[in-house]
């Protein structure tokens, strides 16, 4: 599977920008995604998730509850991430990513993931 995330780019604190990630050889709708960033010197870290489609549900970290939502567009093979009320500490690079496999909790770590997109840089200016 061949993941492309897209969509970032630099805006000003209090803004809004969506970063799709398209899918090949995959249909996303059968498997859990999740978004992850990473910001310069820190760790991968865990932003949201979105299970395959009748397992029903989002989960999302505290630090973008309620100002991230997490979509797919199954005609497009695509999810997204919106993202809004942006904070200077959302910038990152992002990441989606594609698990094989299913588990019954949410999964959050990086390793639950076995398929990864090539990243897109988010600046958030203060």
């Known amino acids: 599977v061949q993941l492309q995330a897209s969509g970032g780019g630099s805006v000003q604190a209090g803004g809004s920008l969506r970063l799709s990630c398209a899918a090949s050889?995959?249909?996303?709708?059968?498997?859990?995604m999740g978004w992850f960033r990473q910001a310069p010197g820190k760790e991968r870290e865990f932003v949201g998730t979105?299970?395959?489609?009748?397992?029903?549900?989002?989960y999302y970290a505290d630090s973008v509850k309620g100002r991230f939502t997490i979509s797919r567009d199954n005609a497009k093979n695509t999810v997204y991430l919106q993202m809004t009320s942006l904070k200077f500490d959302d910038t990152a690079v992002y990441f989606c990513?594609?698990?094989?496999?299913?588990?019954?909790?949410?999964?959050?770590?990086?390793?639950?993931?076995?398929?990864w997109g090539q990243g897109t840089l988010v600046t958030v200016s203060s």
């Open positions: 050889g995959r249909t996303l709708s059968r498997y859990t």
């Open positions: 979105m299970r395959r489609s009748g397992a029903g549900g989002t």
């Open positions: 990513a594609v698990a094989e496999r299913h588990l019954a909790g949410w999964m959050t770590r990086a390793y639950d993931y076995a398929y």
